[in-house]
């Protein structure tokens, strides 16, 4: 659900004290200071010098970033990734952002991940229409309006599977490293879809989904319009970007909001207002038609695809019948984290990488220990032979 705007009460700064009250000497003693204009809302992202909302390299949280290009019959496909790659037999975790954001909302998780895990490796994705991944539409289709915006659950699931095969090549993996794939949103979506749909054969051994289940989701849609209608328009800097997630709680870390909103925001084309030098890279509004599709059947997938099941939400109330029922029949983890909001991984990163390093350890096939054969057992238990 959208988060609840802030009151005008604690978007105002509080005013500083004049004195101490404590005694009567230093109440008499008080100068009054120049008038202030105590109910002026602050100005977003004008500031000079160093600032403590200015963005961070994403640098400090992957090792590397890849392009990786691709053409299909209607499209020259240039795919922008970050990568930490694993050492030696680690896992790799796979990561796809939710609709409007951007491989790096998993970047300060991935850090706190790589800290518990430190042989395993990340792939955090950005998904067409998204980040810096960049699709060109060729000459003989560019009437096609359906080609101009597919974001069908299908494509997103292509281009995720497109991402990783890209990326052993360009990596020259002899194979896939053991996969764990992490959706948030939309995310949790296209790697059910993936699970589903097994083109990666036995290299997953689970898939998590965040915050986000058939029945709720599809439930907010209905709200998304008006949502999406009440955010700023663009604002003067990336930094006024940054405050405004931070003020309406949209994101409740800081941190994670300085490395993962600039991604969200490019410079307008023609700024005729300072105040909308920056406008959001994605036009969410015009993803409507696709909605429904991204989240139809989820929980159904969900439960039966192949591998460990992880959801974590933000309230059991997101929870629907089919999930319930799933719940109780022990088909899965559930983890509820009430504090954070929808973007439980930026809210909270560290219990979600701690979350995550357990499901991964539960799910590890390197760690079984497989009983010996019975005809080995046989062997040793049989008499030496006399000479």
Known sequence: MPPSPLSEEEEVPASPDYASSSSASSTSTLRPLP????????????HSGNHPLDPLPWTSYFAQELYLGRV????????????TPPKLKGPLFVTHHGAGSSGLSFAVFASELLKILPDAGLLSVDARGHGGTVIKIKPETQGSDEVKTDLQLETLHEDMVAMLRLTQAKMQWSQLPELLLIGHSLGGAVVTDVAKGGKLGDRVLGYAVLDVVEGSAIDALQSMQTYLSTRPSGFPSLVGGIEWHTRSRTL???TSARISVPALLQRAISANSPDRAWVWRTNLAATQ???EGWFKDLSGKFLSAKGGKLLL???????????MIGQMQGKYQLQVFPEAGHFIHED???????????FYKRNDRSALILPPKMSD???QQAPAPKY
């Open 348 to 358: 909270l990163p560290e219990k979600t990488a701690m979350v995550v390093a357990d």
């Open 313 to 323: 939400l933000a309230g059991t109330d997101r929870l629907d019948k089919e999930l």
């Open 35 to 46: 008038p202030k204009n105590l109910f002026a809302r602050p100005q977003l992202g004008k």
């Open 289 to 291: 038609p696709f909605w």
């Open 252 to 254: 409740r870390n800081t």
């Open 72 to 83: 299909t019959p209607g499209e020259e496909i240039t795919y922008h990734v970050y990568l």
């Open 377 to 379: 057992v046989l062997k």
